[in-house]
């Protein structure tokens, strides 16, 4: 899809594992260079080793002045800037009396902070590029559930901020999308989701799985794409049906079998 003497650029946040993985993965295939963002040192220097295109840039997305630096680097090894992904993300699933507010801010800092400090500081070289952003939201900011008052909360804010981006930005030719992922067993998902959510989320699923890491970059590098170049504003569930499907799917699923 692109001239290999100048291929456009992206930055990908969380980018060391799991879904930032696999979408610097699936850029890198289709020809743009990609700069990888991550805070988790170690893990980002190993994976980043070998792959032709790409860059690590150690930063932690919650942080002001990391960020900053990030972008002045970013810009520094490649002159541009045509899709931002901003992937990084964590998990905390309590009950609202055990959320106290150091739990809350760790939370908000990443999931949301994160994406408003890396869009701003990127958003001049967007504008040069007429480029992307693609935020990275969820189901559960989409639908509420328990245990989620936090991590729930900052995804709900996530697509909002996402509206709000691609209202002022349309006019510079920035186009703003969100993906929102039903569950991907990542180290992330691990983490939080017991036998009784995996088995809760199978009942809901029309497609009665869990995604797989590439399926969700597939959705994130089409928004980033020119291919999507008359797309913005929206939030593309990657879910296997969970967000468009209401009451009683497991019993109609077992009627139909029949
Ligand atoms: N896995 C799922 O089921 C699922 C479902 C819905 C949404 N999501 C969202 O997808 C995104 C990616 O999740 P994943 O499952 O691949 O997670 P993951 O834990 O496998 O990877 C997240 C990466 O982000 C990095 N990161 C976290 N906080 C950071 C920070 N402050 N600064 C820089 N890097 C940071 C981590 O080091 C890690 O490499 C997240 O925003 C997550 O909320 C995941």
């Known amino acids: 899809m692109t001239n290999s ?3 456009p650029v992206a930055v ?6 799991g879904i930032g993985l696999a979408t610097t993965q699936l850029l890198l295939e289709d020809g743009w260079h990609v700069a990888m963002i991550d805070r988790d040192e170690p893990e980002l220097m190993k994976v980043s080793n070998g792959l032709t295109g790409a860059r690590p840039f150690v930063c ?18 490649s002159g541009r800037i045509d899709a931002l992904v901003n992937n990084a993300g964590v998990a905390d699933f309590g009950p609202m009396a055990d959320t106290d507010f150091k739990r809350w801010r760790t939370v908000m800092e990443t999931n949301l902070d994160g994406v408003f400090l890396c869009s701003q500081a990127l958003i001049p070289a967007l504008k040069q ?13 989409l639908r509420a559930s328990t245990l989620r008052v936090a991590y729930g909360t900052s995804k709900a804010a996530v697509i909002h901020l996402t509206k709000q981006q691609a209202a002022e930005l349309g006019e510079h030719n ?7 992922p039903g569950p991907v067993r990542t180290k992330l998902a691990i983490a939080v989701h017991s036998p009784e959510i995996i088995a809760a989320y199978h009942d809901a699923i029309p497609l009665n799985r869990y995604g797989a890491e590439h399926e969700i970059a597939q959705a994130i590098v089409f928004l980033a794409s020119p291919k999507a170049s008359y797309i913005t504003g929206q939030v593309l569930a990657a879910d296997g049906g969970f967000e468009s499907t209401g009451v009683g799917l497991p019993a109609l699923r077992t009627k139909l079998d029949k």
């Open 129 to 141: 590029t007429h480029g992307a952003i693609v935020n990275i939201a969820s189901i559960s900011g």
């Open 174 to 180: 920035v186009r703003v999308n969100c993906v929102a």
């Open 12 to 17: 990908v946040t969380g980018a060391a594992r």
């Open 60 to 77: 932690d997305v919650s942080v002001p002045e990391d960020v900053d630096q990030m972008a002045r680097q970013v810009l520094a090894w």
């Open 5 to 7: 003497s100048n291929p």
